[in-house]
């Protein structure tokens, strides 16, 4: 994610991100998004299709963006380890 948008009080918050496949640069409304935590760095991104071209794109997240994310009112889920 190439970075944030400020969200103005009452108004749902925006990303910008861009696309790995057609380097196409955009803005994602929250809804367009999802955050996966899980029980390490690796297990943790975040992913969106790309509006332009389609493709699903995964990106790791660190404690900053899943913060950011979470704040900004991206769906999250949360994976749990079964050991």
Excluded: N, Q
């Amino acid at each position: 994610m190439s970075g944030f948008g400020h969200a103005v009080e009452g108004a749902p918050a925006v990303f910008r991100a861009g696309c790995p496949d057609c380097r196409s640069r955009f803005v994602l409304a929250a809804t367009a998004l999802r955050l996966v935590m899980g029980a390490s760095e690796r297990t943790t991104f975040y992913s969106f299709t790309c509006p332009d071209c389609g493709a699903g794109v995964r990106k790791p997240a660190g404690e900053r963006i899943v913060e950011l994310l979470a704040r900004g009112g991206v769906r999250t889920l949360r994976l749990h380890s079964t050991v």
